[in-house]
T-cell receptor, first 115, second 116 residues
């Protein structure tokens, strides 16, 4: 059973380009979370999705950022017109559902570098 | 809003000695508390969690953590450190809600180095 798969591992973009980060949750998991880790900071919650639904996007910037988790295929975090401040490690996590005994399984992250 | 403080950026411990990584939290109501470990170029790995019940929680790799409600702390401990324990450790908190453990709030991390 493969873990949470994120790709690419490293992504380099120039200012103004688009970045697309992909996350395949663990088999059987229907809940996906995206977190961002800035240098020297902890992980910050961005968005929580279930299949075809955004449940909570309170941590997502209002502009340029969007996320989806389609019925088929991986979850996508999309950043339009990237700026240098978007450079960070983006982690995806998945869980089987929402219950007090759940834990999150994290991917290895995508390191986004904006030149 | 909830928050987590890990007051030490770096902790150095000699191999074989006991280790403690500190964590304090702030949350409305009762908390869910977690510890995760991050090895270089890897995602976070779950170590242990406190939901309810015994204040001393045992987790993976011989780690344990003690929930102290009066001090709002959840320090990570291990009786005898191994060199392989060297990694970045994150404490996290979530308020108890109908939605389980989403929106975990993480601390800034503590880099643990075990000295041979």
């Amino acid at each position: 059973n493969a873990g949470v798969m994120q790709n690419p591992r490293h992504l380099v973009r120039r200012r103004g380009q688009e970045a697309r980060l992909r996350c395949s949750p663990m088999k059987g998991h229907s809940h996906v979370y995206w977190y961002r880790q800035l240098p020297e900071e902890g992980l910050k919650f961005m968005v929580y999705l279930q299949k075809e639904n955004i449940i909570d996007e309170s941590g997502m910037p209002k502009e340029r950022f969007s996320a989806e988790f389609p019925k088929e295929g991986p979850s996508i975090l999309r950043i339009q017109q990237v700026v240098r401040g978007d450079s960070a490690a983006y982690f995806c996590a998945s869980s089987i559902g929402t219950a007090s005994n759940e834990k999150l399984f994290f991917g290895s992250g995508t390191q986004l570098s904006v030149l | 809003a909830q928050s987590v403080a890990q007051p030490e950026d770096q902790v150095n411990v000699a191999e074989g000695n006991p280790l403690t990584v500190k964590c304090t939290y702030s949350v409305s109501g009762n908390p869910y508390l977690f510890w995760y470990v991050q090895y270089p170029n890897r995602g976070l790995q779950f170590l242990l969690k406190y939901i309810t019940g015994d204040n001393l929680v045992k987790g993976s790799y011989g780690f344990e953590a003690e929930f102290n409600k009066s001090q709002t702390s959840f320090h990570l401990k291990k009786p005898s450190a191994l060199v392989s324990d060297s990694a970045l450790y994150f404490c996290a908190v979530s308020p108890i809600s109908n939605f389980g453990n989403e929106k975990l709030t993480f601390g800034t991390g503590t880099r643990l180095t075990i000295i041979p």
